[in-house]
């Protein structure tokens, strides 16, 4: 079929993306989401998902890195308190971020007013921010953002690998739903981080020239029942032969602050 060219063409390109973008929100949309966002039911999804890129990982790698998604995800949502988190994060080989970073960055003096009700000290350590805002975000119930429930089948997740390079460092995208969903949302955020990794994929890049990456995307929804995607992306790490999060982003409101 030929178009003319000009603004007939432009139109019908966008109505050409814009059927698409319905098709792939009309997908999403059809996933059931009941499974407990920290239980057991979500490991199980990641391990029968679809894989994007198969062949950049070994089977022990893909067992590996949906078992460390849902473990970041059980922990994330079910530690019992700031210390259990802060331990799970340090045995990784996370440390702190600076409060300096955090307060330029992540401007932590306006989340801790908001969640603690109090301006943060001058003189706080990272150890006293950390616990204070976490036991108020436990304490409150805000059903718009506290993400509950993940997809009930490995139809509701999407993993997608790719070993990048200096030449082509772009990371890894996915045909499936979930990671179709998010791509086509209009609206990813990517949420703040309290921790650093001295072997971040960014650092393994410049020292090897290359980095074995990953997105595990899954659709999920808050208390309030507002749904959508959430993206955890990993970089394989061979000093601890385990994958390492290197961010969490998602296309709707929710407290993901890691």
């Known amino acids: 079929m030929t178009f003319v060219r000009g603004h007939q063409a432009v139109r019908v390109e966008d109505d050409l993306q814009a059927e698409y973008t319905a098709s792939i929100r009309s997908d999403a949309a059809s996933v059931q989401i009941t499974a407990p966002i920290a ?7 990641l391990a029968a998902s679809s894989v994007h890129g198969e062949d950049a ?29 802060a331990s799970w994060m340090r ?11 955090l307060r330029s960055f992540w401007h932590i003096d306006d989340i801790y007013r908001a969640d603690v009700g109090l301006p ?29 429930h993940a997809a009930n089948a490995p139809e509701g997740y999407s993993i997608a690998a790719r070993r990048i390079t ?3 460092p772009s990371w890894p995208q996915a045909p499936h739903p979930p990671f179709q969903a ?17 072997r971040a994929w960014q650092e393994q890049l410049k020292a090897n020239g290359s980095a074995l990456v990953a997105h595990v995307v899954f659709m999920a929804r808050n208390a309030d029942g507002s749904r ?11 000093a601890t032969g385990n994958w390492l999060l290197q961010s969490v982003s ?3 409101p929710a407290r993901l602050e890691y």
């Open 120 to 148: 943060m000290p001058d003189d706080v350590t990272f150890e006293d921010a950390w616990r204070d805002i976490w036991r108020a975000a436990s304490r409150s119930k805000r059903p718009r953002v506290d993400l509950t």
């Open 57 to 85: 990982v070994t089977r022990a790698q893909r067992r590996l890195l949906a078992a460390e998604a849902a473990e970041f995800l059980r922990v994330r949502f079910d530690a019992s308190d700031a210390d259990e988190y």
């Open 166 to 168: 200096l030449a082509d």
């Open 228 to 238: 959508g995607a959430v993206c955890l992306a990993f970089v394989w790490d061979d």
């Open 182 to 198: 998010l791509v086509h949302s209009g609206a990813v955020h990517t949420s703040h981080s309290w921790w650093r990794h001295p």
């Open 91 to 101: 045995s990784r080989g996370f440390v702190p971020a600076g409060l300096a970073e």
């Open 39 to 45: 239980g057991n039911e979500v490991h199980g999804h």
């Open 250 to 252: 998602t296309d709707i």
